[in-house]
């Protein structure tokens, strides 16, 4: 019997268990960098959308020379009075009333559906729940805080902050330092 060939048939038990304790080890310290990952990439996401449908309103203001609103929705045609369901999705729309309620006359010009539920939006101010743009490209009534906060990874909370000016601006931190929370 030739030595070679018995050693080219397969694996022993010890090989192979080393290779799937290998194996495990590796998932297991890779695992909870790549939920970070996936926490970062999502709230990344969420935030670069919300500035987008923002620049959106504000651009859509001064081009229509109208006033337009972004608010909270359930639905995708009415605002929602509530300023934690920013989280089921927002819609921005020709507001050419000013009553900052899109009535049924009014243009849809966009709606986004939030698809990430681990992701909780509320606005600063109960009063504030929406944000209107007039043909001047300003934010109507005073500035606003608009917090994206993960339910399971908090050190990726992010804010928007929308001054009377019109501007937005994501930040990692409040602007006195705080910690961006959802509470």
């Known amino acids: 019997m030739d030595i070679t060939s018995r050693w080219l048939k397969g694996l022993t038990q010890v090989e192979l268990l080393t290779t799937v304790a290998i194996v495990g080890i590796s998932t297991a310290l890779a695992l909870p960098s790549l939920q970070g990952m996936q926490a970062k990439n999502a709230m990344s996401s969420n935030v670069n959308l919300f500035l987008a449908q923002l620049h959106l309103a504000r651009s859509s203001a001064v081009t229509r020379g109208k006033r337009v609103t972004l608010c909270p929705t359930t639905n995708g045609t009415e605002c929602n009075n509530d300023p934690k369901k920013w989280r089921d999705g927002y819609l921005v729309f020709e507001d050419t009333n000013s009553n900052r309620q899109r009535d049924s006359d009014e243009q849809i010009i966009s709606y986004q559906k939030n698809t990430t539920k681990e992701i909780r939006i509320v606005s600063s101010s109960r009063h504030r729940n929406r944000i209107s743009y007039i043909p001047l490209?300003?934010?109507?009534?005073?500035?606003?805080?608009?917090?994206?906060?993960?339910?399971?990874?908090?050190?990726?909370?992010?804010?928007?902050?929308?001054?009377?000016?019109?501007?937005?601006?994501?930040?990692?931190?409040?602007?006195?330092?705080?910690?961006v929370t959802c509470d």
């Open 137 to 179: 490209g300003r934010s109507w009534f005073s500035n606003t805080t608009v917090r994206f906060c993960h339910d399971k990874q908090p050190a990726y909370n992010r804010a928007i902050v929308i001054s009377n000016t019109g501007k937005a601006q994501a930040l990692k931190t409040l602007r006195n330092g705080d910690a």
